[in-house]
């Protein structure tokens, strides 16, 4: 998932292995992250945290990387 502008919601089912903030990092999940409609998404302190529609606060593990194309590409 690809995130313009924060907190950014779900507009519909989605599974995520990867959150990239534009321009430069990317979250890498440790597992598969599943949202509902609603969910939304956004960093804080260099932590993702979702904030469910129904109004649970969550915070996955994985970790914050530098993007870049030349790594991605090899």
Known sequence: MRVFDEPATAPRMLLLNEVRFDPDWIFQL??????????????????????RAAGEVEHPSGE???WCWRQRLV
């Open 30 to 51: 440790d597992r598969p992250l599943f949202l509902l409609p609603g969910d939304q998404v956004a960093m804080d302190e260099g932590r993702l945290v979702v904030r």
């Open 64 to 66: 914050r990387e530098p």
